[in-house]
């Protein structure tokens, strides 16, 4: 019955998109998820804003591969989204208090100490108050659904997480690291004899009881003279290979012979040295939790959208939306 309740109002609904666009007022729809509508301009702002992100962190093929998800998933993501606010509406969630709480943490870990300077500090980023304050709540809206008939169920047996870390402890190899101050030439216009001899002079220094800091800040070029030749902590898995091979013999307060890395030639001295080591399972059980938890809930997730999707009326209209249209 209900469902032929729902094609009902589908033919209506689309009966009405006819009769607008023949007074000119064009708002196309897209799919139909249960009382509710997807549309056109819905469909599209959605598709600018997942656009907007990718070009902010990819380019060249990565983009395009990124574009090609956006128009693969978008649509289906917006209809899950209509069926979880329609399940929050008909739970009656009432989310005032978790919204309030989260607009205060966003004032206080960005500086801002009324909503008159959120709505300002929103302005300079192009993104309107009541929009954004809206996006907020549905937002809020949707994980409380999720908690409520997904997450909250959740529970992970003692003896999965033991046998995840027995089975996986490559993935708890703490790698060895080292805090490091280097001499550093860069492969400039010095001729092999000239840096050979500004090389013997920096180790002489050095081996006369120079301090090797002073060394580094009188002796390396940019940018380790401004620094004092301090590289920080290098991590050995992460770092230049030829660097990683004259550090991994040595010890704290030991120095290297000269090494020629990609961009130029370094004389290393270890200042601090941390030798590798697997993490324990007591260190490592909170990670595994959340990491199992995790891999859980996106399989209850699936399992419990499929089964909302069945007892829902769903028609998509336009499953291509953007097709032959400007984004």
Do not use: C
Not at 215 to 240: F, H, V
């Amino acid at each position: 019955m209900r469902h032929r309740q729902h094609r009902l109002l589908a033919g209506m609904l689309l009966l009405l998109a006819a009769a607008l666009a023949a007074q000119e007022i064009v708002e196309e729809i897209v799919a139909i998820v249960n009382d509710d509508v997807i549309t056109l301009s819905d469909y599209k702002r959605e598709y600018a804003i997942k656009v907007q992100q990718a070009q902010a962190q990819l380019q060249g093929e990565e983009l395009d591969k990124a574009m090609e998800q956006i128009k693969g998933a978008l649509l289906d993501a917006m209809i899950t989204d209509k069926l979880l606010l329609q399940m929050a509406k008909q739970k009656n969630f009432n989310v005032t208090d978790q919204l309030k709480m989260t607009l205060d943490n966003i004032k206080k870990d960005n500086g801002l100490e009324s909503d008159d300077d959120l709505k300002r500090a929103l302005r300079s980023q192009g993104l309107e108050y009541e929009p954004w304050l809206k996006d907020m709540e549905e937002t809020i809206l949707k994980q409380s659904v999720v908690y409520s008939e997904v997450s909250k169920s959740l529970s992970l047996d003692e003896s999965q997480v033991v046998e995840y870390y027995k089975t996986h402890k490559d993935e708890f190899l703490q790698p060895a690291e080292f805090k490091v101050r280097a001499v550093y030439l860069a492969q400039d216009d010095r001729t092999d004899q000239e840096r050979e001899a500004r090389q013997a002079e920096v180790s002489e220094k050095i081996m006369g009881g120079m301090d090797f800091a002073e060394a580094a800040a009188a002796y390396s070029d940019a940018p380790l003279k401004e620094t004092k030749g301090d590289l920080g902590t290098l991590i050995m898995g992460q770092t230049d290979k030829a660097l990683e091979a004259a550090l991994a013999p040595l010890q704290n307060g030991q120095v290297s012979g000269w090494v020629q890395a990609k961009n130029g030639w370094y004389l290393l001295k270890v200042e601090a040295r941390t030798d590798a080591r697997t993490r324990s399972f007591d260190e490592s059980k909170r990670a595994i939790e959340e990491k199992l938890t995790a891999a859980l809930q996106e399989v209850k997730f699936k399992e419990f959208m499929q089964g909302l999707k069945k007892k829902s009326y769903i028609k998509i209209v336009k499953p291509n939306p953007m097709e032959g249209k400007r984004p």
